[in-house]
């Protein structure tokens, strides 16, 4: 152990419910436990030693003020804590110089970066010269993943030696004892359901709307409710009306979708952690995301994730999360998750054999729009049996056309042209509380209208064996 | 039960511990932690250098010290801000409107803390096998019971208010280890508010019987004649202190009443005009003038609607004195119908009535209380509530 420390630590601190305070306080447990002498101070009271409102530039000037008292200084930065919102040019600029000062006046810096913007790195002066100054005035720079940090570096062309990857759930202890068993007993949850669970702060970007389309279809396929259920779980990190206004749109789509509840409101870090061990998969489609604290703690449970692969989650994410591009790929990830024998089915191995003999196209494409279609959820409930392979891929041609339509993706905010960038990503994010719920209900409807289309047509074929040959046979008699 | 093992260490934290600090639930909890010291468990009384829970000044002196068979830990209490904010958004929460999460946070986190007791537990919470807080309102109990919850048993004190409803207190309660309550009403209250998901039982709460009771000598100490009714506890408006003197105001005005209202306990008095002399603040006294100004008095007033338990009306009972009772308390109004020894009102215009009655009929008032005092020597004396919690810590923690 290193000889013991003062250090001061500036961080959101429990009992505030935050994701960045509850890292906090397992880091400050585990240097109070090296033996250091730990203060921390947090931007408002809390069980920290000491709170002061950081914001601007006479926030970070008072911080400035006390960082000579101890050896070390450990930031969890995230810009939150630091910038106005909105802050003009000259303003942010003033910020980071005083942040700056304060980290060139403390013995020792550490930052835990949580979050931050890397287009700041380029952005035009005073701005970006500003920000990448303060950042360098650091020394020691934390990341939680190798994307992360090669995104850091290339953003910010800071000293390589000065910038760390730290495992994200380095300092993260259990929060409860329970078993599975336990765990649903306390929450109500019936032991043999499968739940599916999205935990977490209720913002547009953690996409749990997403979750909740998805589960819509895995319902349309028969695998949903009631044999399964998605809870959300989280509360509304900030009062803003973009927020509250998602959060109340997500309501509406659970009221909408059976077997799915929306979990509004304080969750204790215990338990955040019942939820985990009761959940038989953890669903996160971030639309956007730096690194996870659920995914550490999932991890600290063995629970299985599946998450979209955005930030620098590729790195994150254990052995065995499954990781996805777009919402068919969530969809048929925890299609997977419910029902693995299915979801072979849909995807072919365990489908049975391909057709054999001589080679018949027409045949091997209804097999393939047949699979295609339960993959996507598409295969109807009938009283009188499934339809064949054949029916099922004539039926689905019905919908073909809609199906063609690529789902709406807003444009990804890069540019080559110098600061066009920086200009888009602020863009985006001024318009994504409009924009990301237009995109979702608009995919939303896409999906619905597939699936209408594929039942509607599905349950006008009739029914016949479940050969491939009958199949053939029953198109020829109906030709 | 089977015999306990009374292994581990027992921290209580309970906001304030000491003498003279006035409070139901401190008060309580400091009795069971000697109690079970004397019963072998190794206890810890983990608490605040306060005594005033207005001013959270700090007077005792931080660190460990001991108090018979029981070890005190103190931490400083910290206000350092106005609290400006948490009596705005209390303000607005009393009125009705529903607080944001956020809010809520603020709320709670804008008062006394004590950084220091959450840290200590922070690193040492491992080395309690239980850790019992009340009451459930304190900042010391919401920060500090959600650091190890499965060690958490909370004494909770759930009364029928506002805060009680805030969802930011539902993961203390669903997490714990354990809650106790202290009455019917109290548990189908937390269930109601979706605060009994976990281990709890009502365990009641324990009366000390006294050897004996001299109102005489009582009333000669303090030169004290006539006859008299009888508060005490925290005078203050969330007990119904203030609306109690506008009543017997009102009551002695119109009904030429012979009382004289006495009053134990802390904070202010101010008596309305028109009642010159007619009441006396003793402040803090000790348990025994307690119990003698119990017996000398002709009724026990309890104006309070926010009760999790209200020891002193079994007080009173074992002193033979009636009880008169504000009937808005759902806990106070189940003990006097279950008991039969205690009168309710509704308005001032009953609390008259009642006044009126124990004026005019002292012997009937008198024969009112008889079945009180086994009520509670029937279901509240001291060994079996003891009993009770140590069945529960056995099995919970």
């Known amino acids: 152990m290193s000889e013991p420390q003062r250090i001061l630590m500036v961080a959101p601190y429990p009992p505030h419910r935050d994701g960045i305070a509850a890292y906090a306080v397992q880091e400050a447990s585990r240097l109070l436990r090296e033996g250091h002498q730990l203060e921390v101070l947090s931007p408002g009271p809390s069980a920290a030693h000491h709170h002061l409102d950081l914001k601007g530039t006479r926030g970070a000037l008072a911080l400035a003020k006390r960082v000579r008292r101890y050896d070390r200084l450990v930031v969890q930065f995230h810009p939150d804590l630091f910038y106005e919102v909105p802050s003009s040019a000259g303003g942010h600029a003033a910020t980071s110089a005083a942040l700056g000062l304060a980290f060139r006046l403390a013995r020792s810096t550490e930052v835990r970066v949580h979050e931050i913007d890397y287009t700041l790195g380029r952005a035009p002066a005073p701005v970006g010269p500003a920000v990448v100054a303060m950042l360098r005035s650091i020394d020691r720079l934390v990341v939680h993943t190798e994307v992360e940090r090669r995104a850091f570096l290339d953003a910010f062309r800071i000293d390589p030696h000065r910038v760390e990857v730290a495992d994200h759930g380095g300092s993260f202890v259990r929060r409860t004892n329970l078993d599975r068993a336990g765990a649903r007993r306390r929450l109500g949850i019936a032991e043999d359901v499968f739940s599916f669970l999205s935990i977490g702060f209720i913002q547009p970007h953690k996409g749990f709307d997403r979750a909740v389309e998805a589960f819509a279809a895995l319902t349309a396929a028969g695998l949903g409710s009631p044999r399964a259920r998605l809870d959300v779980v989280g509360s509304v990190r900030v009062e803003e009306p973009d927020y509250v206004a998602h959060l109340d749109r997500l309501r509406e789509l659970a009221a909408a979708t059976p077997g799915v509840t929306i979990h509004s409101g304080y969750v204790s870090d215990e338990l955040f952690d019942i939820w985990l061990v009761a959940a038989d998969l953890v669903v996160l489609p971030y639309r956007r995301i730096w690194s996870s604290s659920v995914l550490e703690r999932a991890a600290l449970y063995d629970r299985p994730v599946v998450a979209t692969r955005v930030g620098g989650l590729a790195d994150q994410a254990p052995a065995g999360a499954v990781l996805v591009e777009d919402d068919e790929g969530l969809v048929a990830a925890m299609r997977a998750a419910v029902e693995p024998e299915a979801a072979r089915s849909a995807g072919g191995a365990a489908a049975g054999p391909w057709p054999s003999g001589p080679l018949d196209r027409e045949r091997v494409q209804a097999e393939i729009r047949a699979r295609g279609a339960a993959a996507r959820g598409a295969v109807p409930r009938r009283e009188d049996g499934p339809p064949s392979a054949r029916a099922l891929a004539s039926a689905v041609e019905v919908s073909a056309p809609v199906r063609r339509i690529a789902p709406l993706v807003l444009p990804p905010p890069v540019s080559a042209r110098p600061g066009a960038s920086a200009l888009k990503r602020v863009v985006h994010r001024l318009t994504a509380w409009q924009l990301d719920p237009v995109v979702a209900q608009v995919n939303a409807l896409h999906r619905a209208i597939v699936a209408m289309t594929d039942t509607l047509a599905a349950e006008s074929t009739p029914q016949r064996g479940g050969s491939a040959a009958d199949g053939h046979a029953e198109t020829q008699e109906a030709t | ?397």
């Open chain 2, 1 to 397: 039960m089977a015999r306990p093992t009374r292994s581990g260490r027992l921290g209580f934290v309970p906001p304030r511990f000491g003498p003279a600090v006035v409070g139901g639930a401190e008060a309580v909890q400091a009795e069971i932690a000697r109690t079970l010291a004397d019963r072998g468990w190794e206890v810890e009384i983990l608490t605040t250098c306060a005594r005033d829970h207005f001013t959270w000044e700090n007077v005792f002196p931080p660190g460990v010290s001991r108090d018979g068979d029981l070890t005190v830990r103190r931490f400083p209490a910290v206000v350092d801000t106005p609290r400006a904010e948490r009596a705005a958004l209390e303000a607005r929460l009393l009125a009705g409107e529903r607080l944001t999460l956020g809010e809520q946070q603020r709320w709670m986190n804008d008062d006394m803390r004590v950084p220091e007791l959450f840290h200590h537990l922070l690193l040492h919470a491992e080395e309690y096998r239980a850790l019992i807080f009340t009451p459930y309102l304190f900042w010391t109990t919401f920060a500090c019971g959600q650091i190890a919850p499965e060690r958490t048993v909370l004494w909770a004190c759930v009364h029928d208010e506002p805060q009680a409803a805030l969802e930011l207190f539902r993961p203390l309660f669903t997490g714990a280890a354990g809650a106790w309550f202290q009455s019917e009403p109290e548990h189908e209250l937390a269930h109601d508010l979706g605060l009994a998901t976990g281990h709890h039982r009502v365990v009641g709460c324990g009366m000390h019987v006294p050897d004996g009771y001299d109102p005489e000598g009582w009333r000669r100490r303090h030169g004290i004649e006539g006859r008299l009714l009888y508060y005490a506890g925290r005078r203050e408006g969330g007990k119904g202190w203030e609306r109690l003197l506008d009543g017997f105001a009102r009551a002695t005005a119109a009904a030429d009443l012979p009382f004289t209202l006495v009053t134990t306990g802390t904070g202010t008095v101010a008596p309305p005009p028109g009642l010159p002399g007619r009441v006396i603040d003793l402040g803090i006294v000790s348990d025994d003038e307690r119990n003698d100004v119990m017996a000398a008095a002709d009724a026990y007033l309890q104006p309070s609607r926010h009760e999790a338990f209200s020891r002193t009306i079994m007080e009173a009972w074992l002193a033979g004195t009636p009880v008169i009772a504000n009937a808005a308390s759902d806990v106070v109004r189940w003990h006097c119908e279950r008991s039969g020894a205690g009168l309710l009102y509704d308005d001032d215009a009953e609390l008259e009535q009642c006044l009126r009655f124990v004026a005019d009929e002292p012997a009937a008032a008198a024969a009112l209380a008889k079945p009180g005092r086994e009520y509670v020597l029937d279901n509240y004396a001291w060994p079996e509530f003891v009993d009770r919690i140590e069945e529960c810590l056995e099995a919970w923690v």
